[in-house]
C-alpha cells in the first residue's frame, strides 16, 4: 500500500460520521459477547471508531421529485474535525456558480454546551442563528440532518431491534436536549449490530407521528473500505409529497488543522473562535 493510499484509507470514515455511519470494521467491544449494549455505548462506539483528522468533504445537495428527476441543487461543502469526543464542523452552501449562500459552524465538548454561529451572504456576513431543526432554504434538509447531534445526545435507550436493508440493528430512541430545539420531540436511530453503521433515523413529535425520515441509499468501496455515498431525507414539511433530498458525497481528502486558521479554507482543531 502507497503512502497516499495509507492517508486516504485512515481517514476515509470520516465521511461516515457524516452520515452518522462507522467504517465496516466489527466492533471489538462487544465481539461474541451476549450482553446488549446501552445507547450510550452504541454512540459511543461509532464515535470512537472515527479518526482524529480534519478532512473536508465536498457534496450536492439536492431536491427530487417522485419521478427521481433533481429540481435544483446546492453544492456543501464540510469541514470536520473530530478529537475524542469533541467535535468542530464548517457546513457551507454554495450556489452552481461557486458564490456562497450560508455556513453554519458548530462546537462540541464533553460537558459542555454546543455552540453555533451562523453567516449568509456572498460574501458571508453574521445572521441570527437558525433553529437546528430549521430546513435549510428550499432544500427539505435541516443542519441536523449535516451535523448529526444526536451522537452526542444522553438521554437515550435501546428500543428494540430490526432488519433494515439486510441487516440486524439496533433501534435507539432518542430525546434530544430541550435547548436544540423548539417542541418536544424524540429520535429514533437504526444501527447496524455488528459494524456500528448508520442506517436510517425517524422522527417524531410528541404525540408519536412521524415527521421526517433520513436513510443510507447507497455505499461505495474505496480501497477496501466501504464509505456511505448517498443519504436521502423525506417527509419535510416544505416539500410535495413523495419528493426527497438526496445528499451526494463526491469527493474527501485531509486537510491541515493549525489553531488559528481560516476556517473558510482551512479546518483548524477548534472552529469556533
Known sequence: ?????EHRRS????TSL????VSVVPDPVFAGTNQPPSAQQLLDSV????????????GRLGVRDRAQRTLRAYNVDIRLHINGKSVSGCYTLFDALGATLEQFKMEREPGK????EYEKGDPLQSSPLPGLFDVIRDTGVSWSDLTFPFLWWRDGSVAGEDSYKGRDCFIVELCPPQSEVKQPMKLRVWIDQKYRMFLKAEEYDAAGKMLRRLS???????????????????????????????????????????????????TPTRILD
Open 113 to 116: 454546551q454546543p455552540r453555533y
Open 11 to 14: 481517514f476515509i470514515v470520516i
Open 1 to 5: 500500500m502507497t503512502h497516499k493510499q
Open 47 to 58: 464515535v470512537a471508531q472515527m479518526p482524529n483528522q480534519p478532512v473536508l468533504i465536498v
Open 18 to 21: 457524516l452520515l452518522a455511519g
Open 216 to 266: 443510507v441509499v447507497s455505499f461505495k468501496k474505496i480501497n477496501e473500505e466501504w464509505m456511505v455515498k448517498d443519504i436521502a431525507v423525506e417527509g419535510s414539511p416544505n416539500l410535495p409529497s413523495g419528493y426527497k433530498s438526496v445528499l451526494v458525497i463526491r469527493d474527501m481528502h485531509a486537510v491541515g488543522g493549525t489553531a488559528g486558521a481560516n476556517p473558510a479554507t482551512d
